[in-house]
């Protein structure tokens, strides 16, 4: 079945970077996309951006330009979200979801989550 | 940027109600919407996905209209399961979600 299996919980200092992989299985990684949704503790759904599996294009949201990078490892159908220079609001749980991009984009099948503690 | 305004951002409701929740997009999205729900714990899911097209495996009580700027997700008769969070989410421009509508237990 078509699945999203994301790393663990990861607990980091303000200043530091993290890491989060998602593996997909159970489709044809090439043709879609991957997004990255994060949930801050009792708030409401924050989009990080996406990456084209097929091609590698990116599309970030603009509040976290500079600090998030996204990329694809199409030989083990893996994407990953790295974050920078985290800070204090950057603890939530990250989402990644599959991408359908054409015609309309949407998310149809999501990761179970992964916890980024950040705190000193 | 598009922002999207949804309404109510909670509502009480009892079993077997018509809900009825509203997307506002600051401007025109032609029919690039889609609605999610979440329950506690756990990662969204998708309901809704070009304003009206129902994805695979939701039960046909939900629906999805509007175009433009103004959107309605709609629960023709509320089961326990349906008890959650539900989320719009625009696409046309970068991609922006809602706020959210909690929907609790009457």
């Known amino acids: 079945q078509v699945q999203l299996v994301q790393s663990g919980a990861e607990v980091k200092k303000p200043g530091a970077s993290v890491k989060v992989s998602c593996k997909a299985s159970?489709?044809?990684?090439?043709?879609?996309?991957i997004s990255w949704v994060r949930q801050a503790p009792g708030q409401g759904l924050e989009w990080m951006g996406w990456?084209?599996?097929?091609?590698?294009?990116?599309n970030y949201a603009q509040k976290l330009q500079g600090r998030v990078t996204m990329t694809t490892d199409t030989s083990t159908s893996t994407a990953y979200m790295e974050l920078r220079s985290l800070r204090s609001d950057d603890t939530a749980v990250y989402y990644c979801?599959?991408?359908?991009?054409?015609?309309?984009?949407?998310?149809?099948?999501w990761g179970k989550g992964t916890t980024v503690t950040v705190s000193s | 940027d598009i922002q999207m305004t949804q309404s109510p951002s909670s509502l009480s409701a009892s079993v077997g109600d018509r809900v009825t929740i509203t997307c506002r997009a600051s401007?025109?999205?032609?029919?690039?919407l889609n609605w999610y729900q979440q329950k506690p714990g756990k990662a969204p899911k998708l309901l809704i996905y070009?304003?009206?097209s129902l994805q695979s495996g939701v039960p046909s009580r939900f629906s999805g209209s509007g175009s433009g700027t103004d959107f309605t997700l709609t629960i023709s008769s509320l089961q326990p399961e349906d008890f959650a969070t539900y989320y719009c989410q625009q696409s046309y421009s970068t991609c922006h979600f809602g706020g959210g509508t909690k929907v609790e237990i009457k």
């Open positions: 070009a304003a009206s």
């Open positions: 990456i084209s599996a097929y091609n590698g294009n990116t």
């Open positions: 979801a599959r991408a359908s991009l054409k015609p309309y984009y949407y998310m149809d099948v």
């Open positions: 401007q025109s999205i032609s029919s690039y």
């Open positions: 159970g489709y044809t990684f090439t043709s879609y996309g």
